[in-house]
């Protein structure tokens, strides 16, 4: 749901237009919550892939909508949050565009050349630059682009790829909290709530800043052993950056689209622009620069994820519609508008986002978090930290699993495809180091949380 | 030009042989690969010099990343001291077992078309009987159009 229809919807049933929210479970919500839990079933089940099960389970939901009377097409279509599609849309064209001109792996090697020479500060630096670069872009291609000459660096040097790996992936995850962009999540969230992305970075900002430094520490303890130099250690980085950069003039245009885009984020509430639109200004800055070909640039947008957000809209929304999300609102309402449980309420959700992320895809919790957390909202809840703590647990939970966030499988595969005895990261692996990793980041989290939380509120 | 004046008579690669074996009589023959077939005499793969080299001692990021290596690939490197180890390794997990072939028959124009669509620089003749009669390379192709010239 847009903000501007949040907002919208909040209003009316405040001014007491809308019907109340039933106090009962009727028949169109147990009929639109069998159908959520089906297609939630069979989208972690994996027995196909979670597109085709989305999209079945939007067609199912607005057939049976249409037949029960509580949800019509164009709730259906109203439910889709154009403002996080075309986002997602605009941000993967823009690393389409930069992806092939070398740029990323110039800096991967510039940066492997300066600190090889001494594992930790190799760790230490990659960490930042894939935090850094999570913070703006997708943290799926931005490992993408980092993991496999991740392992290239490390086979040359004569180190084992298996800590790197698992730090770049968990650096992209905690990165991709700090900002609005960062995550589909944060995106989600910041449109729904009408959350621009200076207030969201002066709000998660600090907090992720001081978990990314806990997390550091606590993977090179963890790590001492695999970091440690040995026998066959080089340091030498036998890559030539200067061959990188296949296409300058097409780094430099899209590095000053990126710019443009970053620029606009800061002030795009200022400008009363929605950060979708930011993007496509940048993006159209750069197609009228470089004039790629569409069928190349198009094909490297990932149509299967905007369409399973756009599937999961639709099936969200006819549950909202049902009001069962709403009635599930309003049963939590009494905890969490009492003042004194509004914290633990807080950190209960961050938790349990947390630790639901870990084993399931996080995209389905927040979409179906968000209605429940505006729901609280229309009867009278400050759901303000709400907001950041569903965003810390979604974002930090991704890191207690193999499985726990996209960025993570993609490690994982690169660990097995490296081949080096040792550095394979089995789930078992995943699980003794990712696990309490996760863990340590929740705690300090909640402290920062409680510790700040008038700020936050 | 008929395909039988192109074509190279070679041995065949079978369960058992080392890649020092095959190494030899794709050699022998000036060619870079030969069939590889089954008990019962069937072409169901190939063992390439390429490949082989390929699987045993470049990984897969080192070929991702080919253009960016600069003089001194460090460890990835495999020292001339491991060459005999590879050398006397069974050759059975180094066939590939796809395999662009072509009949007796055909012209050497679809033999370079066939080529072209495999990317690859030769193809195996195979009979209707599934009998493997030679090798067609494109070195072979561009040679006897040279001897036509003159």
Redesign the interface.
């Known amino acids: 749901m847009g903000d501007r229809q949040a907002h919208a919807r909040a209003e009316a049933l405040k001014s007491g237009m809308l019907e109340q929210t039933s106090t009962t479970l009727t028949g169109p919500m147990i009929v639109s919550g069998l159908i959520l839990v089906v297609a939630y079933a069979l989208i972690f089940a994996e027995v196909m892939h979670r597109m085709h099960a989305a999209i079945i389970g939007a067609v199912a939901m607005v057939g049976i909508g249409l037949y029960g009377g509580f949800y019509t097409q164009e709730q259906a279509i109203q439910a889709i949050d154009a403002n996080t599609m075309l986002l997602l849309a605009g941000m993967m064209m823009m690393v389409a565009l930069l992806r092939h001109t070398g740029g990323f ?1 110039y800096l991967a ?1 510039r940066i492997a050349k300066r600190t090889a020479s001494r594992p930790r500060h190799l760790l230490l630096s990659l960490a930042l630059v894939v935090s850094v670069i999570s913070m703006f872009l997708d943290n799926v291609t931005t490992v993408i682009i980092f993991a ?2 991740t ?2 660096i490390c ?4 180190l084992n790829p298996m800590p790197y790996l698992m730090t770049e992936a968990m650096m992209s995850n905690i990165g991709g909290i700090a900002t609005l962009v960062g995550d589909p999540p944060n995106i989600m969230i910041g449109s729904a709530a009408g959350i621009d992305f200076n207030r969201f970075l002066v709000h998660m900002g600090p907090m992720v800043a001081i978990i990314w430094c806990a997390t550091v520490i606590l993977i090179l303890a963890r790590f001492r052993r695999e970091l440690a130099t040995p026998a ?1 250690f ?1 340091g ?6 200067t ?2 950069i296949t296409d300058p003039r097409g780094l430099k245009r899209g590095l000053a689209g990126m710019a443009v885009i970053i620029a606009l984020f800061f002030v795009h509430h200022h400008l009363h622009i929605y950060p979708s639109f930011a993007t496509f200004i940048g993006l159209a800055l750069v197609l009228f620069l470089s004039r790629p070909d569409p069928d190349t640039l198009l094909k490297n947008v990932e149509w299967t994820v905007l369409l399973f957000f756009a599937a999961l809209f639709v099936i969200v929304g006819g549950v909202e519609n049902s009001g069962l999300l709403a009635l599930i609102g309003h049963s939590l309402a009494s905890v969490a508008s009492d003042p004194d449980l509004l914290l633990i309420s807080c950190l209960l959700l961050m938790w349990v986002a947390a630790l639901l992320s870990a084993i399931i895809d996080n995209i389905p919790f927040t979409v179906t978090m968000i209605p429940i957390v505006l729901s609280l909202e229309t009867s009278g809840v400050n759901v303000t930290p709400m907001w950041w703590a569903l965003a810390l647990g979604v974002g930090l939970g991704g890191n207690g699993s193999h499985i726990g966030a996209t960025a993570n499988i993609i490690c994982v595969s690169e660990s097995e ?3 080096i005895p040792g550095s394979r990261i089995t789930p078992g692996l995943w699980l003794r180091h990712g696990f309490p990793i996760m863990l340590a980041g929740l705690v300090v989290a909640s402290l920062l949380f409680t510790l700040f939380f008038g700020f936050l509120s | 030009m008929e395909l039988k004046n192109v074509m190279t008579a070679t041995g065949v690669a079978r369960s058992g042989m080392t890649v020092r074996e095959g190494f030899r009589e794709c050699l022998r023959c000036e060619v870079p690969g030969i069939p590889y077939v089954d008990e019962s005499g069937k072409v169901v793969g190939r063992f390439s010099i390429r490949e082989t080299l390929r699987r045993a001692c470049i ?4 070929v ?2 080919a ?10 490197v495999v020292s001339a001291e491991h060459a005999p180890q590879l050398l006397d390794l069974p050759l059975l997990p180094f066939i590939k077992y796809e395999v662009a072939r072509i009949t007796p028959n055909c012209a050497v124009a679809t033999a370079v078309a066939l080529m072209e669509r495999h990317t690859t620089n030769y193809l195996f003749v195979i009979d209707h009987q599934n009998r493997y009669v030679g090798v067609v390379t494109v070195w072979a192709i561009a040679r006897r159009m040279l001897e036509l010239k003159l």
């Open positions: 792996e090697i496999p000459l392992v290239l086979r040359m040097v004569g066959t080089t030498v980085v036998g890559l030539d950056e061959r990188a495809r490296c081949g | 990984p897969d990021v080192m991702k990343y253009d960016l290596l600069g003089d001194a690939p460090g460890c990835l």
